[in-house]
């Protein structure tokens, strides 16, 4: 069976070399015929150089595009080779390279995207915001697939060339999720399994560099989750909290023209309109908005 093992890397000249040594000597072990792809994303240290002294096949954007853009260049590349199977993994070294075939063998066993859980596994070291992160993001995916999903923001997991073909990444932000949303919806195959979790060997995190920044940062993409993938709840929100007050401040403007005589000033009865119709139009764009999506 051929199979492709994608890594995706920024400035990880530290790790990369090792992480490509230890998948082989991981899948050397198996009956597997493997390529083990490195994508580059526009690193300014020795990753590029690292990683194809190591023996991966390296592919290298031009400039720093992130993480999402780099997932869609791994898949579109992946697929040049035609294989059965992708696997993704981190380039830090947190993902153990021989719990691979792990996931290849759960593909192998009938399903389509095997995701790795760190939340059903161990984990090593993961900073608290982080961790708490993760959970919120997994609870809004498991919220919109109907599926218990405990961590929708792995890096690692092993999925099918028809996956790759058939679901389409289309978000800037948040592909983790979007594979997992869009697989489930396309009825997919989707199975995760414990996986252990390492510290991170050299240097920090590129996801956490402010806390504060970080948590501002994922609550953006939970919102931009329900806004894609679920516009009622999204915009009927934002459209029943305009509603709400405008029929609060109706309710108020009825009872002093029933208590005193008089509804009040104009630009309080204006304002009521105002909210009321801006509800009802938000939430009317919701539902055209999930019709679309649908």
């Known amino acids: 069976m051929k199979l492709i093992i994608t890594i995706p890397a920024y400035n990880e000249e530290k790790t990369i070399g090792n992480m490509v040594t230890n998948i082989k000597m991981a899948m050397n072990k198996t009956k597997y015929n493997y390529k083990i792809l490195v994508v580059n994303d526009g690193s300014t240290d020795k990753t590029e150089a690292a990683a194809k002294q190591s023996g991966a096949v390296v592919y290298s954007h031009p400039r720093n595009y992130g993480l999402a853009e780099t997932f ?11 294989p059965k199977i992708i696997v993704h993994i981190d380039a830090d070294a947190q993902y153990k390279p021989e719990e691979i075939p792990k996931l290849i063998a759960e593909v192998e066993n009938g399903h389509d995207l095997v995701l790795g859980s760190r939340f059903k596994g161990k984990i090593e070291q993961m900073p608290i915001i982080r961790k708490l992160g993760n959970k919120a993001f997994s609870r809004v995916i498991s919220q919109i697939t109907g599926m218990r999903i405990s961590d929708a923001q792995t890096g690692f997991r092993a999925f099918t060339k028809e996956v790759a073909e058939n679901v389409p990444i289309t978000s800037n932000h948040t592909y983790t999720q979007e594979q997992i949303i869009r697989a489930i919806n396309q009825k997919f195959r989707v199975k995760e399994i414990p996986i252990y979790f390492a510290k991170r060997a050299y240097g920090k995190s590129r996801l956490i560099k402010n806390p504060f920044r970080y948590a501002v940062k994922a609550w953006i993409d939970i919102l931009r989750i329900y806004r894609d993938f679920e516009p009622l709840k999204f915009f009927g929100l934002f459209g029943g909290l305009f509603f709400i007050m405008g029929f609060l401040i109706g309710l108020f403007i009825l009872y002093s023209f029933i208590t005193k005589g008089h509804v009040g000033s104009l630009p309080r ?26």
């Open 269 to 294: 009865v204006l304002l009521s309109i105002l909210f009321i119709s801006v509800g009802v139009q938000i939430i009317l764009f919701g539902f055209l908005a999930d019709m679309s999506k649908k």
């Open 72 to 82: 869609k260049t791994e898949i579109e590349k992946a697929l040049s080779f035609n």
